[in-house]
């Protein structure tokens, strides 16, 4: 059975709404298209008058957060959603947009993204239906766990939103999704791009053999473990382990550097590896563990991570890549991507607006995620086309 086929069985919570942040607006836009094919199809098997709703151009409804002089700001919507199922699509890592403050022009940082939602939640006045936010790059999630005496900033962002009325917050690869457990009565979803990493890389790399003599998962760090053992489980290969030994004796930039990385693993020499993360930051780690592969005598070595920030920019990487030390790098169009980006031979896109579009059209229906979106059946699938 078909996804549209499922959601033709269920009807809709409510009237849907799409609000696609500035900082989300690309992405918001390729989403709603999708939802709009999706309805026009099951149109045709539906009654009409139950299903007003569908018969729409567009999902998506306008907003803006203008500030003044002095950087302040406030959130405005541009037509009603009273009573609509509302799902709010947030980048936070979208440094590309700038307001003035007296004069100077500042790039706007994940608090501002995050300060921005909250005025467009408290613009909707308690009047829609059900709120949903959307936040693929989860606010703050690196900063899940006290260690000294420091803040919880995840977990208060996820208090503060569901004390604003948010229903469900949704997003991707969170960096511990354990962090959800600070608002244990809300709905929380985390989902993997597995499948959509694998799509990407298949349509790259068409001759890529996929068993245990020719290609390996790799973890580049204990957290990153998880993903691997999942990966490697559906493909039906061998893992390794990259771990950090840092130093712990001093802090540069907010973190223990790293000392070297130490592999744990079969022999990789001659095989294809694909190297599993949730983010790549500046890359510093990541290539480091890409250059010790290469000298173990991995044959190629693909990158697949669900977030690309690039915080210390793309030099390094093209240095690594004309070395020779990466040949593929898999990242997913969830966070903005920098344009230069896009012209190097070595990227690859895994666009996510499909599987996005899903994932809003099967909550609009309060139908159970886990059975319209299986990764695990979608990869088995996709090997299997390829026997």
Partial sequence: MTNIEILEQALPVAPLKIIALESCKELGEKVDRYIVNFRQESLNNLDSSIYSSYQTE???AKSCCPRFGSGEAKGILGES????????????????????????????????????LKRIISACNGKAHRVNVIMPFLYESRQHKRTKRES??????LE????????????FDAHDPRVQNSIPLRGFDNFTPTYQFM???LRAEPDLKIDKEHLM????????????????????VDMGMFYKRRDYSTIVNGKNPIVAHEFLGDDVKGKTVIIVDDMISSGESMLDVTRQLKERGAGQVLVCTTFGLFTDGLDKFDEYYEKGYLDRLITTNLTYLPPALLERPYFIKADMSKFLALIIDSLN????????????????????KRA
């Fill in 152 to 157: 919880l900033d995840c977990a208060l962002g």
């Fill in 199 to 201: 799509k990407a890389l």
């Fill in 160 to 171: 503060e939103l569901v004390d604003m009325g948010v229903s469900n917050i949704i997003t």
């Fill in 58 to 60: 567009s999902y998506l």
């Fill in 81 to 116: 959603i009273r009573g609509k199922d509302l799902f709010l699509m947030v980048d936070v890592c979208n440094y590309s947009l700038t307001y003035t403050v007296n004069g100077y022009e500042n790039h706007m940082s994940p608090d501002d993204h995050f300060q921005d």
């Fill in 217 to 236: 998962i790799v973890s580049p760090d204990e957290g990153a473990m998880q993903r691997a053992v999942y990966f490697s489980n559906v493909l039906g």
């Fill in 365 to 384: 229906h309060d139908m159970s995620i886990s059975a319209v979106l299986n990764p695990t059946d979608k990869i088995h699938e996709l090997l299997a």
